[in-house]
């Protein structure tokens, strides 16, 4: 059974710094899609940040870029989320979520919760001003 088990979530202030990781114990597909939520208390989830297969190609919300980067180490199973310059705006549960390849590609579908069927437990940030 896969399992998605995020990491790295804290406290910080303004302008701080996290790296948040999420563990896979296997990928579901040959190729997989692994995307970054996040959930504020009273808003609806959104998607963060996307990266394809081989890491070659990643997508950023535009409230995150040029602050967040995606990435992964498939000889771990691993997606990493760096977050720098972080707003009190970016407090949330964050986490990750597996799709088919085709689902990074896409913009309209990439972002839909619905299109992910394998999920973490999530990991919380906090950042204070």
């Known amino acids: 059974q896969v399992q998605l088990v995020e990491s790295g979530g804290g406290s910080v202030q303004s302008g701080g710094s996290l790296r948040l990781s999420c563990a896979a114990s296997?990928?579901?597909?040959?190729?997989?899609?692994m995307g970054w939520f996040r959930q504020a208390p009273g808003k609806e989830r959104e998607g963060v940040a996307f990266?394809?297969?081989?890491?070659?190609?990643?997508y950023l919300t535009d409230s995150v870029k040029g602050r967040f980067t995606i990435s992964r180490d498939n000889a771990k199973k691993t997606v990493y989320l760096q977050m720098n310059s972080l707003k009190p705006e970016d407090t949330a549960m964050y986490s990750c979520?597996?799709?088919?390849?085709?689902?990074?590609?896409?913009?309209?579908?990439?972002?839909?919760?619905?299109?992910?069927?394998?999920w973490g437990q999530g990991t919380q940030v906090t950042v204070s001003s």
């Open positions: 979520a597996a799709a088919p390849p085709s689902i990074c590609i896409f913009a309209t579908m990439r972002g839909r919760e619905y299109e992910y069927k394998y």
């Open positions: 296997e990928y579901p597909y040959s190729s997989t899609c």
């Open positions: 990266i394809t297969t081989g890491g070659t190609y990643t």
